[in-house]
């Protein structure tokens, strides 16, 4: 079972630029691909970007050039590079992962979720 823990929200002006981190724990096999949904206030949630295994990437087009995902496989946690933010940014942001357990069974699992407020 993998436990996901989110941090680094918090108030930014916007054109500021914040990092959200998630480090995932617990009992697995492997870690396939990590990732970032958002939810606005009476909005779905949407997917914001995406990293496989392979370090492959893929965001949505609303970030796109704005936002940076990366990964530390050797800490099994993904960042998300947040810049030139606006405030229809403004979200809770919720990490995501799929991973393969011992049973060889992939699962997937989230985050609390971090808020993430641009506002002047």
């Known amino acids: 079972q993998v436990q996901l823990e989110e941090s680094g929200g918090g108030l930014v002006q916007p054109g500021g630029s914040l990092t959200l981190s998630c480090t995932a724990s617990g009992s697995f096999r492997t870690i396939n691909h990590m990732g970032w949904y958002r939810q606005a206030p009476g909005k779905q949630r949407e997917f914001v970007a995406r990293?496989?295994?392979?370090?492959?990437?893929e965001y949505a087009d609303s970030v796109k050039d704005r936002f940076t995902i990366s990964r530390d496989n050797a800490k099994n946690t993904v960042y998300l590079q947040m810049n030139s933010l606006k405030t229809t940014d403004t979200a809770v942001y919720y990490c995501?992962?799929?991973?393969?357990?011992?049973?060889?069974?992939?699962?997937?699992?989230w985050g609390q979720g971090t808020l993430v407020t641009v506002s002047s």
């Open positions: 995501n992962t799929r991973y393969q357990n011992w049973a060889w069974n992939y699962l997937e699992v």
């Open positions: 990293i496989t295994s392979d370090s492959s990437t």
